[in-house]
């Protein structure tokens, strides 16, 4: 019994790997996102990458925690990232691309995530 029990705790942990890297890859993103935002706010320029990088800093904290919070966060995050982007250029789908391509894959990322949140919750 133990041994079963060993296993299934060395297969959650390996398959929690993952998790940990992009928890780690997010803060990173973050933490440099936040601080060219700052920059940006300091010249009188838009506030959403300063928010955006916190955002996503956080976010990588959580994951790096095991917390399924960090899937609600980066979903916050997310639809304010998709309402900003219209803010900024309307419905000039092409000027979305650049905006929301890469935050859309954070997000799938970060959604492949919930089954091995939920395991460690």
């Known amino acids: 019994m133990t041994s079963s029990r060993q296993h299934t ?17 997010c803060l990173a993103l973050g933490a440099t996102l936040a601080a ?8 009188g320029g838009s506030w959403y990458y300063g928010i955006a990088g916190v955002a996503l800093a956080l ?4 994951l790096l ?4 919070l960090a ?14 982007a219209f803010w900024e250029v309307g419905a000039d789908w092409w000027a979305h691309v650049p905006r929301l391509v890469a935050p859309t894959l954070i997000l799938l990322l970060i959604l492949s995530c919930i089954p091995a949140l939920r395991r460690n919750s």
């Open 9 to 25: 705790t060395e297969r959650v942990v390996s398959k929690n790997w993952a998790v940990m890297v992009l928890g780690s890859i």
């Open 36 to 43: 060219g935002g700052l920059w940006l706010i300091l010249l």
């Open 59 to 62: 976010t990588g904290v959580l």
């Open 65 to 68: 925690q095991q917390r399924t």
């Open 71 to 84: 899937v609600w966060l980066y979903l916050a995050t997310w639809t304010g990232t998709i309402a900003w």
